[in-house]
C-alpha cells in the first residue's frame, strides 16, 4: 500500500483504480488511503480478487456487483463528477479449455451486456481494470510463442473487440501505436521486467465524448522497480477539464 500512497502524493490524480486488492472491505487500509486525500468505495473478499477506487471528490451511485449475487469481487462502479465510471477485475482464466477459462468468457460478455444495457455510447463512460487480455501482437513480449495461450487467445480477443465495436476507445493505443509498452511482468519469467517480457493487459478504455478529450496517456514504470513491487505497474491518462 505505500508504493500506491506514495504514488499518489507525488502525482495527485483525480482517480485511481485498483485491482486484485486480495482484503475484504474491512480490512482495506482506508485510513493511509485519507490521510493523502483520497475518498476510496471497495469491493473487497478475504484473499482473492478485489477492485477499489480512490477520488480526490466523494463518488456517487456506487455499484458493487456485475450481477445480483454475485460471490466474486471484481466488479464496482460509480459516477466521479458526474462521468460514469466502472472498474474491474477480470478473470484470468487459469488455462483453455478449463471452466475457469469458460468462466472468464462468459464474465467479459456479461460485463459487455451490462454496459450496453446501462450505457450510451454517445455520452462519457470510463472503463478501467485489469482485463488479462493482450488484444495485439505489439501487447505481448513474443507474440508467435504466446498465441494461443490464455491471455493471448482468439477467443478473448474476439470478445473485448466488441467493446471497440460499441464504441469504446482504447486511450493509451489513441497515443501510441508502437509495440514494447507493456503493464504486467510475470514474476515467474527470472528477470522478467528488466528483460521486458511483459503484456499490456491493463485498459483504460472510454466513449468518443471523452475519448476526444484524453490529452496523453503512458506507463509509469518506475514502481515496478520497488522493492516488492505488484507485478503490474500504473497505466495513466490525462483528459481535458
Same mark, same amino acid.
Given at each position: 500500500?505505500?508504493?500506491?500512497?506514495?504514488?499518489?502524493?507525488?502525482?495527485?490524480?483525480?482517480?485511481?483504480?485498483?485491482?486484485?486488492?486480495?482484503?475484504?472491505?474491512?480490512?482495506?487500509?482506508?485510513?493511509?488511503?485519507?490521510?493523502? =486525500?483520497?475518498?476510496?468505495?471497495?469491493?473487497?473478499?478475504?484473499?482473492?480478487?478485489?477492485?477499489?477506487?480512490?477520488?480526490?471528490?466523494?463518488?456517487?451511485?456506487?455499484?458493487?456487483?456485475?450481477?445480483?449475487?454475485?460471490?466474486?469481487?471484481?466488479?464496482?462502479?460509480?459516477?466521479?463528477? =458526474?462521468?460514469?465510471?466502472?472498474?474491474?477485475?477480470?478473470?484470468?482464466?487459469?488455462?483453455?479449455?478449463?471452466?475457469?477459462?469458460?468462466?472468464?468468457?462468459?464474465?467479459?460478455?456479461?460485463?459487455?451486456?451490462?454496459?450496453?444495457?446501462?450505457?450510451?455510447?454517445?455520452?462519457?463512460?470510463?472503463?478501467?481494470?485489469?482485463?488479462?487480455?493482450?488484444?495485439?501482437?505489439?501487447?505481448?513480449?513474443?507474440?508467435?510463442?504466446?498465441?494461443?495461450?490464455?491471455?493471448?487467445?482468439?477467443?478473448?480477443?474476439?470478445?473485448?473487440?466488441?467493446?471497440?465495436?460499441?464504441?469504446?476507445?482504447?486511450?493509451?493505443?489513441?497515443?501510441?501505436?508502437? =509495440?514494447?509498452?507493456?503493464?504486467?511482468?510475470?514474476?515467474?519469467?527470472?528477470?522478467?521486467?528488466?528483460?521486458?517480457?511483459?503484456?499490456?493487459?491493463?485498459?483504460?478504455?472510454?466513449?468518443?465524448?471523452?475519448?476526444?478529450?484524453?490529452?496523453?496517456?503512458?506507463?509509469?514504470?518506475?514502481?515496478?522497480?520497488?522493492?516488492?513491487?505488484?507485478?503490474?505497474?500504473?497505466?495513466?491518462?490525462?483528459?481535458?477539464?
Amino acid at each position: 500500500m505505500k508504493i500506491i500512497q506514495d504514488w499518489l502524493i507525488r502525482e495527485g490524480p483525480d482517480l485511481l483504480c485498483i485491482q486484485e486488492t486480495k482484503v475484504q472491505d474491512q480490512d482495506f487500509p482506508v485510513d493511509q488511503m485519507e490521510e493523502v =486525500g483520497y475518498h476510496i468505495v471497495s469491493r473487497g473478499q478475504k484473499a482473492y480478487n478485489g477492485v477499489a477506487i480512490a477520488s480526490n471528490s466523494p463518488l456517487e451511485e456506487v455499484r458493487r456487483n456485475l450481477y445480483k449475487e454475485d460471490e466474486q469481487a471484481r466488479f464496482i462502479s460509480a459516477k466521479f463528477q =458526474g462521468i460514469p465510471l466502472i472498474n474491474v477485475y477480470v478473470p484470468q482464466g487459469f488455462g483453455v479449455g478449463t471452466e475457469k477459462f469458460k468462466y472468464k468468457l462468459q464474465w467479459l460478455k456479461d460485463l459487455l451486456a451490462h454496459i450496453k444495457g446501462h450505457y450510451d455510447s454517445g455520452q462519457p463512460l470510463l472503463l478501467t481494470g485489469d482485463f488479462n487480455v493482450a488484444l495485439e501482437p505489439v501487447d505481448v513480449y513474443d507474440p508467435e510463442e504466446l498465441r494461443g495461450q490464455v491471455g493471448f487467445h482468439e477467443d478473448e480477443q474476439a470478445i473485448l473487440k466488441e467493446y471497440f465495436k460499441w464504441g469504446l476507445v482504447d486511450i493509451f493505443r489513441k497515443h501510441h501505436s508502437d =509495440g514494447s509498452h507493456f503493464t504486467f511482468w510475470d514474476y515467474r519469467i527470472p528477470n522478467g521486467f528488466k528483460r521486458n517480457m511483459g503484456w499490456r493487459i491493463d485498459y483504460i478504455l472510454a466513449t468518443p465524448p471523452l475519448a476526444q478529450k484524453s490529452i496523453r496517456a503512458w506507463v509509469d514504470k518506475e514502481p515496478r522497480t520497488y522493492e516488492k513491487p505488484s507485478d503490474h505497474t500504473f497505466l495513466v491518462a490525462e483528459f481535458e477539464a
